[in-house]
């Protein structure tokens, strides 16, 4: 005779004891975890707006104290902010549009069996992942091709990620059914038009991920301004935040030699500008990711097989 354990209201209805104490610890451990994940975010963030002095003494760690913006009105009154946002923006948006017009078809190709040679070809994709020339070669092949202090060095040479490349493939070799093609075919679908007309309004989710790895690749593109590009007017956001970090950092070590307390009042605020920077260069990205967020959860071929 099994034994009755008395029902419960609400959201532990029908749960068993041991079943209700697997789910709270699982949440209590899911809280923690978030937690970890998400008061870093947020210590920059409230450290950014907080007096520096309070933050180094370890008093700030759950509200602003202090309030001050001056780290912000030393970023955005650097009119080379601005010149940085308005070139990372448009390497981002063309940069990302180009990797997936490459990208997306590339991979129908790779995907489909009856493409014969796509199998050799993928050992060239995947070749690439292991070796490649050097800084040296790579300089010396951007400037005979003229993209040194081109604004195209940012797109071109990144058009096709090979591990994204990877993902998309085996999404539409896995995850688009088989008797949709084949049902396409029947209607006398051709190929380009499968993947114009069917596969790409089912792939929305895979788009949309690979369009935000892409997004975020091109926005933190630090290393290719760089080495690449001289002209400051060509110059990523990245760059240019970089450039006002380390100047407020170097104005801030001499503002503190020889002082009475041995802390300068540059000093003092180049904290509280490094963790502005933070914010400006991380703020875009964080607040595009939640319309995206609902694509990373389920796909949207539930219900397109029948029978």
């Not at 948006?93 to 489909?112: E, F, K, M, Q």
């Not at 059914?177 to 038009?193: H, N, R, T, W």
Request: hydrophobic residues 50%; contains cysteine.
């Amino acid at each position: 005779m099994s034994a009755t354990y008395p029902q419960s209201k609400g959201f532990f209805r029908n749960k068993t004891p041991a079943d209700v104490v697997f789910m709270l610890a699982l949440g209590a451990i899911c809280v923690a975890v978030l937690f970890a994940v998400i008061y870093p975010v947020y210590f920059v963030v409230i450290a950014s707006v907080s007096n520096p002095s309070l933050t180094s003494t370890g008093e700030v760690w759950l509200l602003p104290k202090g309030v001050s913006f001056f780290g912000y009105r030393e970023i955005f009154n650097d009119d080379r902010i601005w010149t940085g946002y308005r070139n990372t923006l448009l390497y981002s948006v063309a940069g990302t549009a180009l990797n997936l017009v490459v990208t997306i078809p590339a991979a129908y190709a790779l995907s489909r069996p009856e493409f014969r040679p796509r199998r050799i070809l993928m050992l060239f994709f995947v070749f690439t992942l292991f070796f490649n020339g050097g800084l040296i070669p790579t300089y010396l092949l951007y400037r005979d091709l003229g993209l040194l202090d081109n604004w195209l060095v940012f797109v071109l040479p990144s058009a096709v990620n090979v591990y994204n490349l990877i993902i998309a493939r085996a999404f539409f070799e896995h995850s688009l059914p088989k008797e949709l093609f084949e049902a396409a075919l029947i209607d006398g679908v051709s190929y380009l038009q499968y993947f114009a007309r069917i596969a790409l309004p089912l792939s929305k989710a895979i788009i949309s991920v690979i369009g935000l790895y892409y997004l975020v690749q091109h926005w933190n593109d630090f290393f290719t301004g760089l080495v690449f590009v001289r002209d400051n007017a060509l110059q990523p956001l990245q760059i240019v935040l970089r450039d006002i970090l380390l100047s407020n950092q170097a104005f801030a070590g001499g503002a503190g030699t020889g002082g009475g307390s041995g802390v300068g009042y540059d000093q003092q605020y180049a904290d509280q500008i490094k963790y502005g920077v933070i914010v400006v260069s991380s703020l875009p990205v964080l607040v595009l990711y939640p319309f995206l967020q609902r694509y990373f959860e389920k796909g949207v071929l539930i219900g397109s097989v029948k029978g």
